[in-house]
């Protein structure tokens, strides 16, 4: 299976300002297609999982332009413009090149 | 907009079973994966396994082999989830997500959760 490893595990951010949260696969994510199967999730308090976004770089339908991915292979990035009290919860990121989709361990953000 | 709704909380007992269902509202199951993914209290995120309802596949994560089963009934558009030999580890939120149709996205809308408590 392929292991995520998310970096920080925690961030405490101040309104206003950016965030970076890291997603580095032990494995590319690159398929023979030519696609990267890397998405982000946030899931805010007592809520299921929503996608942000999905392969490396695209928002999904309603997801704020503050929101941004890049990376290829095995480094991926996601980067909060400037953070909103409303962005608090924790991140996730998923790879589903290959079964299983496998998830990193996530990466709580709250407001300082 | 597609909904998916799940049953109710469930309080089972070790070494028995729990069915969890989850129906689309407004819409159908899809033509792509239906998926299963539980989450242990203060824990991440865990793949459980999928169905394919057109098609009728089904793949299964190794940790929850012969122990889990996805069924999906087009006619009503509910997915199920059965799983056997509940121990106190298995206590978690049970969430299905549904992959987006076009493009194809994984794991796009999900139900609310439901919540599988494992206690003697």
């Known amino acids: 299976d392929t292991v995520m490893t998310q970096t920080p595990l925690s961030l405490s951010v101040t309104p206003g300002q950016p965030a970076s949260i890291s997603c580095k696969p032990s494995q590319s994510l690159l398929h023979s297609d030519g696609k990267t199967y890397l998405y982000w999730y946030l899931q805010k308090p007592g809520q299921p999982p929503q996608l942000l976004i999905y392969e490396v770089s695209n928002r999904f339908s309603g997801v704020p332009d503050r929101f941004s991915g890049s990376g290829s292979g095995t480094e991926f990035t996601l980067k909060i413009s400037r953070v909103e009290a409303e962005d608090v919860g924790v991140y996730y990121c998923m790879q589903s090149v290959q079964l299983p989709p496998t998830f990193g361990p996530g990466t709580k953000v709250d407001i300082k | 907009q597609v909904q998916l709704v799940q049953s109710g909380a469930e309080v089972k007992k070790p070494g028995s079973s729990v069915k969890v269902s989850c129906k689309a509202s407004?819409?159908?199951?899809?033509?792509?994966?239906l998926n299963w993914v539980r989450q242990a209290p203060g824990q991440g995120l865990e793949w459980m396994g999928r169905i394919i309802p057109m098609l009728g596949v089904t793949n299964y994560a190794q940790n929850f082999q012969g122990r889990v089963t996805i069924t999906a009934d087009k006619s009503t558009s509910t997915a199920y989830m059965d799983l056997s030999s509940l121990t106190s580890g298995d206590t978690a939120v049970y969430y299905c997500a549904r992959d987006q149709d076009m493009p194809v996205v994984p794991l796009t809308y999900w139900g609310q959760g439901t919540l599988v408590t494992v206690a003697s």
């Open positions: 407004g819409g159908t199951l899809g033509s792509n994966s």
